[in-house]
Structures are given as structure tokens and as C-alpha cells.
């Protein structure tokens, strides 16, 4: 099912796919339709999958290599989340017409700087031809100690919620790219349209929260802190109140929010953003920050999971610097 | 993302997709992004991953249980071939502007009733909108006893080549769909169009296969006989021969090749049969004959692996009562 531009599937799969397998056993060569994994003694798998489709996910005309980085990325957050120390990946790839060999061959270029930069490998997948746009669905396997990954389920009333890095540039990045925020910087436009990319999954953090045992609950914020903050409540049957001051923004979002206040829907609403969110009691505060000092990652405290009351688990309320409610209507906010 | 036909992603896991993990702890109710898997003491997980595009691999029409039920047995047929138990698998669903809620209830029905008859539960999963073709990807799970999975490259010199079922059936209930084979009869068409539209995983035999150890080796068919037995002798190093007297047909497909001897192409390549290919030592036929017979499954000796001589491994020769070479050019075929 080649095109006129493109080797068949076969040859794609032995000039470029076959060598992203080369070192990990378990993909047997991708010569056999399966991969075949045991975890390490006292191990669980931890299995997590993503599609991404572009126009959606990224856009057509992103650099492949930037594509590929981007799908495992995705993914290795949510491993990140848990805990979990990534393995390695399948990929089924759905390639439109506009799909020459030279884009194929940036586009394993940046799976393979990803595979050495996170010590993963590719253990199988399918390669097929599509006539709408590009696809990509990626599923991805780690391991974690038997029992002690994080969970959704596990905060607590009275727990501080915390986020790693800076929330909103990916988002920021998105528009910058798409022509907005024309004001910033060439500096501060390239690193928000960086974030955007290349996503950065916090597996050092995660592996840490899990180890200390600081945190029991954690996921990544992929569809913005509001919706994922909700995730968390509605698992654990709590509600959640964020401080507006304390969201943690990068210079370059600083800057644009100066500008344009409306841009806040961009950093608690935005999403893609692939940040730990986490949950932990007050205590462990301090032991935090120092986590933080030590893997080089901010780590701040956001806000806090309540008690629902009346209304129903999962509601998350965004307070601005008086304690009032922030209304956020979708992407866009006002104040009661 | 949800259309205006169609609830939002949140609301269709819950109603329709949650029901789906419910009896699977593995999945943790789809709550979190992951799911967490152990093997049994002693098995190894063997994974597989299959994309499906509406127009290639199945009718953008087909009824929604059936797309659903095939793309299942597509991905489990893979893990029959490595003599696998299936323990659950993850599905990426990229829906296009025709799915509406009944559309996804009906899809859902049909991934109700394959999880039932295989045992099988959804692990986890990720929906998303599209503007292109609607789009599937499943990444299928399953175990083997550690070190015993069946594999493609296990084929020796002189072995038999032996098939499961009939060959054919899928692709030329393709042809009938779309409006060709016009002389069968009603019943002998409907056949045919239930063998595309519902493969049959051949699950029992793959596991009997590895138990008995009577093959090492083997895969299923999904690209054609032809192609799938020069996979296994590029793997093994080995040419093949096929003795076209000896292919397995059903009647309906007898019928179609009385009036028209160029459907052998469709036999020997038009793909799609998920049956089972494997080779074994001609000192197996019985047994492997009395197995198929314990099975109520025809299992056939169609060809042999043979030394490779001066040419590359993989090359499989079709050869005709008088052992002519029926040279077979894409899906066309003429006599030498």
C-alpha cells in the first residue's frame, strides 16, 4: 500500500521501523506481529494509549521529527503520572498522501532521539495508508512496584494540590504559532511555541513521588488544570479550590497575561500542558520543595482539595485574590 | 470534542465504554489513564497493535457491531498465531462527523458480545474527533507460558505448511458486497460476506498448537497465504512451495472458482482470512489431523518449506497439478 512518493510497507518497516526495535528484545525484530514482555520480579506493566490526529494534536506542516517526539511524549506523561518507569511503545501509524520518505525518515529521527533520550524502544505496531489526515495512535508500557502506583482516586480532603513547571505556554504557544500574541518577544514566542512541541514528561518526578511516597495521587494535565483538577475530585469524591495568584506562569506567559488578563482561560483551561498534578497533605510541603530544588523543577502548591458539601464531586473553583470565584465559561472567564 | 449528534468524549466513556472495563480490575474503571497488568506466574504478556480505516478495512457502512467485532478479532487472531490467552485490549477510536450516539451504542454492543464469547475486557482507551475517515486502533493483550509463544522464524526444511479453515472466503465476500460473484446463490453469498465481516480467531488451536508443541512455528493470515508464508521463510531462512490441488476452499467459493479460475488469485492473496498458517514435521499429520478433528476445525497440509537454493529467502512458489509454477503478478495470475 505504498504511493508514488513512498517505499510499501514492508520496506518502510525494514529501512526505518525495524532499527527502532534493533535493541529492545521484546519487539523480536518486529518480525512477528507481537511483542513479548515480562516485567522485572515484584513489577506491574502500567499501559497507557493516545491518538493524535493532525490538524487536532499538531499541525500538518509541525516538523516530523517534532510529530513523533510530541506522540511519545504524550504518552510518557501518563506514565510520568503514575510513577511508572517507561519500557517501550507500539505505534500504529495511519500516513495521508502528503507522506514522502523523507517525512517518514524525520519522523523516526525523532522517535529514535526520544528513544535514547528516555531509554525506550519501539516494540511493535502497523503501518497503514489513510486518505484523511495523518494519525497516529500510540500505546505505551512501564513498570511500577507491584501496588504503588499513583491513582486519580487517592487525595484527600485537606491535601494541597500541586503542579510541576510553568501552566499555559503550550497553550500560548499554539496561538503565538497560529499568529496571536504578536507582541511577545522572538524569545519568549520561541520558547512558548517549544513548549508546545516538546512536551516534557516529569517521569524523574513522578518516579520521586512515588518512591518517597509524598504523594498518593497524580495524574498529568493534558486537558488543563480546571478539567484534570475535576478528574482527581470526581475519582476521589472531592471538590478542589485554586488560588489564582499561586498559579506557577512562565516569564514569557507573564508577560502576554499582562497584556491580555483573558489569556488566565489559556493557563487553567489550555490543557496540553504535561505537567504533574498532584496531590499531597501540608506536611509534606517542605520535603516537596526540596524534590523540586534537587530535580531542578518547580514544584508549586495551587490550591486544595475540599469536602463537596452539597454539589457534586469533581467541581474545581478558580479564587482570585479577594476569595471570589472566577466563572470560566469554556475558554473564556468573568468575574461574579 | 463531542458533535452535535453525539455526547462529549466524558459522557460516552461513562455510558458506553466504563460498562466495558467494569468486570476488568486491570482497566481501574477507565478512571486513570492507565491500566495496571500482572502476569500470571510463569507467562510472559505478548502484545500486538492494529490500526483499521473505514473505506480499506471495513465499509464505512458496515453495521457499527460488525466493524467493532472484527477489529477485535483482527488483533486477537495475532495473539491465536502466537498460541496466546487474551486477557484484554486498548482501543483508540477516531470518530468522524458520522458517528452519532446510536452509531456508538451499536459499535459498543458489538465489542460487548466479543468480549463475552473471548473472555477478553477493555483495558483502557482514548476517543477522539476527526475529520478525516473514522479510524480505529486496538492494542491487544495477552499471555503465553514464558519462552514457549509460537514464532514465525521457527520453520525448518521439510516441514509442512499447513492452514486452518478455508482460504478465500473474506475476499471474495468482498467482492459480493460490492456487487461482483452475482451468480452464487443467496446463501452461498451470505456466507462469504459473514467471512469478511466476522473473522474467527483461531484461538483454540494456537493454544492447542503451543500445548501439544506439534508446530513452533506460525502466524495468521492477513496479507494472503502467498505473502504471509514468505514471511514465515524470511523469517526462517527458507523458501516455500504451495500445491494449488491441495488449497482448502468452502463450497460457496468452490462455485465462484468453477466459474472463474482467476479467484485462485483471490484464494492465495486477496487476504484478510485470519486463519492460522504453521509448520510442522510430516511425522504431525496425524496428530494435527486428529487435533482439527477434536477442534471441528479442517486443518490442511497445503505446501512445504524448502532449502532456499540460489534465491532469497522467502520466496513461495504456487505450483499446479502437473507442479508448474502458476506465476501470480499482484492480485492477477497467469500460467508460465
Redesign the interface.
Known sequence: VGSAKRPGEFDLIRRYFAPLAAATPAA?GL?????????HAGQ??????????A???FLPDDPPANIARKMLRVNLS??A??G?VPVGY?????F?GSVDEAWVAGFCSGLAADQAEFGIGL????T??????L?F?V?A?GE?P?GR?L???AAKAGDLVFVSGTLGDSALGLKRLRGGLSRLSSEEGAFLVDRYHLPQPRLQLGRALLETGLSKAG??ISDGLIADLG?VG??SGLAAEIDCRSLPVSSAAKHALDRDPGLIADIVAGGDDYELLFTAPGTAATALAELGHRLELKVTAVGRMIETGPRPPGEVRLLDAEGREIALERRGWQHF
Not at 31 to 39: E, H, K, N, S, Y
Not at 123 to 126: E, K, S, V
Not at 128 to 133: H, L, M, R, V
Open positions: 523480536l518480525g512477528d506481529d507481537v511483542a513479548i514482555l515480562t516485567p506491574e506493566l502500567v499501559v497507557t494509549t493516545d491518538a493524535l490526529v490538524g487536532i494534536h501518563d506514565l503520572a503514575k511508572a507500539l505505534m500504529t501509524c495511519a495521508d516494540l511493535g505496531g502497523d497503514i495508508s489513510t486518505p484523511g489526515p494519525t495512535s500505546t508500557l511500577v507491584a502506583a491513582r486519580r482516586k495524574l498529568d478528574h470526581e475519582e
